[in-house]
């Protein structure tokens, strides 16, 4: 079944640098969402991108979707402590579910 | 808004035991799903409820899963008997309509430890 997959699989930055991480996926999609996972917690919804944007901000993350290259970046500028989790791109299945790829671990060291 | 609730936070068992997992979603949520996550993965659907309705459970192991929202509220999920491949983390989730325009609001999970 369609899948996104994250790269890089883990990421480690310094505070207040930029933190970029990417999905691909396989088929054509209605939209893809981004997620983050603090640990030992539930996902937190974090942006919805359409197939037909092709940029999308909100506060310190820009997400981007290329849909020709079947991919998508999400973009964390200044990046905190607090950022540290796992991001995941979630892509709709052309029906009412999504499929999430395995996640990407970012740690922010202070 | 409450989120959504889950109990228990976590649950340890042997194997062939049974487990039950509860599910609390966001008031007025018609939409609830439950996901499996293994140790450093993305949750996988293991089924998607539309009020009282079971409308895609074919990513149910139904020889030993089974779950039920039999007022279209709260939900169960059941194992029976659990093995030792069943240990990770089950999600729930709501959301207020089956748009995969709509975001999922997630619990915290119920991590199953099986022995």
């Known amino acids: 079944s369609q899948q996104g997959e994250e790269d890089p699989q883990a990421l480690s930055i310094q505070e207040g640098e930029n933190a970029t991480m990417n999905c691909s996926y396989k088929?054509?999609?209605?939209?893809l969402q981004w997620y983050r996972q603090n640990s030992g917690r539930g996902l937190v919804h974090l942006i919805l991108?359409?197939?037909?944007?092709r940029e999308k901000h909100s506060g310190r993350l820009r997400v981007t979707l290329d849909t020709s290259k079947k991919s998508s970046s999400l973009l964390i500028t200044a990046s905190r402590a607090a950022d540290t989790a796992s991001y995941f791109c979630?892509?709709?299945?052309?029906?009412?579910?999504?499929?999430f790829g395995p996640g990407t671990r970012l740690s922010v060291l202070p | 808004e409450a989120g959504v609730v889950q109990s228990p936070r976590y649950k340890i068992i042997e194997k062939k035991q049974p487990v039950a997992f509860w599910c609390n979603p966001i008031?007025?949520?018609?939409?609830l799903y439950w996901y499996l996550q293994n140790l450093g993965q993305g949750p996988e659907l293991l089924i998607r409820?539309?009020?009282?309705?079971?409308?895609?459970d074919s990513q149910l192991p139904k020889d030993r899963f089974s779950a039920e929202r039999l007022k279209g509220v709260d939900s169960t999920l059941k194992i029976q008997p659990a093995e030792l491949g069943d240990s990770a983390v089950y999600l729930c989730?709501?959301?207020?309509?089956?748009?995969?325009?709509?975001?999922?609001?997630f619990g915290p999970g119920t991590r199953l430890t099986v022995l």
């Open positions: 409820y539309e009020n009282e309705e079971a409308v895609d």
């Open positions: 991108i359409r197939s037909n944007e």
């Open positions: 008031s007025g949520h018609n939409t």
């Open positions: 989730a709501s959301s207020s309509s089956p748009s995969s325009y709509n975001e999922q609001f």
């Open positions: 088929t054509s999609i209605n939209n």
């Open positions: 979630a892509t709709d299945d052309y029906g009412q579910n999504f499929v």
